[in-house]
């Protein structure tokens, strides 16, 4: 199973690119999103892989970020929602756009996206709630990356941590820390797990 590329980018089209690989080309398809973050023709490129083996061929979906592939996986859980689909999904919003989406069941959002019905948008943010949360701590760097000020705790740090995982830039992130902590106070925001912390943050940004 192929899980990462690293090579020479060959061909890029509208919903994939090539990959040259010590002489052989790998057909990838990507997100919009990451289509566009590509370097030129020619560069260097590293992605990460999820391989669909089916009958008939084995499809190569690739991602720019861990985490993207994480919610790629993690669309995949939800019943009706095949690789195609959820790579539609991450087209149509980024991931931490898509985690404020299913954070507020903000369905009118979801079925304006591609292939997105109603039935299948409920679904999602029932069955995703709790993991949308999870794969921000699961995603956030070691350590922490970014630290925030020691009376945060180390609660309020791998929630900062996990937030700039999502794409949300450090102050930002800082500001919904510190809105969250101001409208709970000081015992209830002590109190909050990583989860819980991130998705209170991610009603604070949406």
Request: charged share 20%.
């Amino acid at each position: 199973m192929i899980a990462t590329l690293s090579g020479s980018l060959l061909i890029r089209s509208q919903d994939r690119v090539v990959i040259d690989v010590g002489g052989v080309g790998y057909e990838v398809f990507l997100s919009t999103d990451s289509l566009s973050r590509l370097p030129e023709t020619g560069d260097s490129v590293f992605l990460y892989i999820y391989t669909q083996v089916r009958e008939d061929a084995i499809v190569l979906f690739g991602f720019l970020e861990e985490g993207e592939k994480e919610m790629f996986l993690i669309l995949r859980s939800v019943s009706g929602v095949g690789p195609k689909l959820a790579l539609s999904v991450l087209s149509g919003l980024r991931v931490p756009d898509l985690c404020q989406a299913i954070v507020d069941r903000d369905i009118k959002r979801l079925v304006a996206l591609p292939g997105i019905g109603k039935k299948t948008a409920e679904r999602v943010c029932v069955d995703l709630q709790e993991k949308v949360a999870h794969l921000a701590v699961s995603t956030a760097a070691p350590g922490g990356g970014m630290a925030v000020a020691s009376p945060m705790g180390s609660t309020a740090a791998d929630a900062l941590s996990a937030l700039i995982n999502l794409g949300y830039p450090d102050p930002m992130a800082q500001q919904a820390l510190s809105a969250v902590r101001k409208r709970l106070g000081e015992d209830s925001f002590g109190a909050l797990q990583v989860a819980e912390l991130i998705r209170e943050c991610l009603r604070t940004l949406a």
